[in-house]
Structures are given as C-alpha cells and as structure tokens.
Nanobody
Framework: QVQLVESGGGSVQAGGSLRLSCAASGRTFSNYAMGWFRQAPGKEREFVAA????????YYADSPKGRFTISRGNAKNTVYLQMNSLKPEDTAVYYC?????????????????WGQGTQVTVSS
C-alpha cells in the first residue's frame, strides 16, 4: 500500500521557520517526482514547490520563491520543505504528493499519490 506521511507542521510567528518532511513507503519512490501543495481555509489547493526524481530540478510558485526550499533525502523516499521567513498568508494545510513520471509537475492532476496533510499556522 502506497503511503505518504507528512510531519513537521505547527504554529509559528511571522518571520519564523518550519521544516516539513514527507516520508514515502510502499513503493520505491526514488524515481518519482515529488511536490508540495497547500490549501488555505476557503481557498483551493495550490502548488507550492516540486522536485524531479533525482532532486536535480526544482520549481517554486511565485509566493514562496526565495523563502522555501524543497529537497530530497539521500534515500530519495523522503522529501523536505524548508520554510523560512514565514508569513501569515502561508497558513494552510500542506500536502505532499508523488508523481510517477519523474519530471517536474505543477498541477494536482499530474500527481498520483497524496498524503493526508499537515497544518501550518503563522501568526502575526
């Protein structure tokens, strides 16, 4: 059974940092592209960042660009999202996703597996 489990969410003040982790199990995800999405209250889920299967290519949405960093663990079955200089507008449930195709994915429809999400709350 394929499973993605996010961790590392929590509450932080504006300007603070959090590091989200996503552990994949059930398949060998080393050849899969991975991504992070988020959904704020009352809004649609939106793309945050993506990394290719080997971590060689990354892409970010405009809002978190320069503040967030996506990376893969050495075993490639883990993906991280380092979030710095957090803003109240970053408050959302953050989801990890895996894409069978190894290239970058920017849209929800391009991803095949999803985690349950982890809450990030940034207070002003």
């Amino acid at each position: 059974q394929v499973q993605l489990v996010e961790s590392g969410g929590g509450s932080v003040q504006a300007g603070g940092s959090l590091r989200l982790s996503c552990a994949a199990s059930g398949r060998t995800f080393s050849n899969y592209a991975m991504g992070w999405f988020r959904q704020a209250p009352g809004k649609e889920r939106e793309f945050v960042a993506a990394t290719s299967w080997n971590g060689g290519n990354t892409y970010y949405a405009d809002s978190p660009k320069g503040r967030f960093t996506i990376s893969r663990g050495n075993a490639k079955n883990t993906v991280y999202l380092q979030m710095n200089s957090l803003k109240p507008e970053d408050t959302a449930v953050y989801y990890c996703a895996a894409r069978v195709m190894g290239g970058l994915g920017y849209f929800e429809s391009e991803y095949d597996y999803w985690g349950q999400g982890t809450q990030v709350t940034v207070s002003s």
